[in-house]
């Protein structure tokens, strides 16, 4: 079914992503965990093509499976990297004969190791592209693209991120989901900017429990976020006196803390980034009552 009706249907909700195992074999412990998350009732659930697309050739398989043998109504990753007229058509093709109607249109990360983005085709250089080839040849599929509460790290200003935010909209795109922020003043004042401007489109806050040290000090250099220094420095003390599990306990109650505010604050739900794992996420749901 497609996302942007579901959305209408019921709010608050849940909504999950996952990315795709590099390895075949490790995807029993991934869809072990995958039927975990049953419990939680996600509204949908991502799955994302991987850096540099990575695990676009597991993507099809992946989205099929949790759909069918799972139950999830996937939302599959679409990307500008490597991407051509027919490969794109090709790609879509396939989703829809598996009964997939979602698509996240992103213009995507380079491969590891390649510091500055060259688009692939002409025709495909920013999410945007995407969007619009996607309205066009196929109309049916509900299209979705990334929102930034703080601007792409390579957007010159924030007027100029909104107006691009806005472009894909105005291109077709009928929701959009955060990339992950740790303030919740900052997807409120994303969306009365967007508001302003005249974007009406459901926008989904995007949230990442914080399950230790090293791996949000990854994921940060990664995305350009930034994480407020306080919770930060309560991050620290915590590591040093009780290790991993204080972490946790921290970036738990604090990810449960953001759900609530962005609920109660009006929006529609939270997508949570499960980085494949179910405990953290299944605790944040059982602790919201959705």
């Known amino acids: ?20 195992p590099k390895e075949r074999e490790q995807w029993g412990a991934f869809f072990e965990e995958a039927q975990k998350l049953k419990a939680a009732g996600p509204l949908f659930v991502s799955v994302t093509y991987g850096a540099g697309g990575g695990t676009q050739d597991n993507t099809l398989e992946i989205a099929s499976r949790l759909k069918n043998e799972t139950g999830f109504e996937p939302l599959v990753h679409l990307t500008t990297v490597g991407a051509s007229e027919q490969r ?78 806005r472009f894909k909209v105005e291109q077709g795109a009928e929701f959009l989901v955060t990339q992950l922020f740790f303030d919740v003043r900052q997807y409120f004042d994303f969306v009365d900017r967007l508001r302003a401007l005249g974007v ?16 949000i000090r990854f994921i940060l250099s990664l995305c350009g976020a930034s994480i407020p220094g306080r919770l930060y420095l309560e991050l620290e003390e915590a590591d040093k006196k009780g290790g991993s599990e204080a972490v946790r306990e921290i970036g738990l109650a604090f990810a449960t803390d953001m759900c609530r505010r962005l609920i109660d604050g009006g929006a529609p739900g939270v997508h949570l980034y499960t980085l494949n794992k179910a405990e953290a996420c299944l605790q944040i749901a059982g602790d919201l009552g959705i």
């Open 200 to 215: 009406t489109r459901p926008v989904i806050p995007g949230i990442l429990p914080i399950m230790s040290l090293a791996s």
């Open 1 to 20: 079914m497609r996302i942007c009706e579901l959305i209408q249907g019921k709010t608050p909700f849940i909504s999950l992503e996952f990315y795709p």
């Open 88 to 165: 794109i058509a090709d790609f879509l093709l396939d989703l829809k004969a598996a009964g997939i109607e979602n698509v996240l249109a992103l213009r995507g990360d380079p491969p590891r190791g390649v510091c500055d983005f060259v688009p692939d085709n002409e025709h495909f250089r920013h999410a945007s592209d995407l969007v619009a080839f996607a309205r066009r040849r196929f109309p049916e599929f509900c299209v979705g693209v990334a929102g930034y509460p703080q601007p792409h790290p390579e957007s010159p200003s924030v007027a100029e991120d909104l107006a691009w935010t």
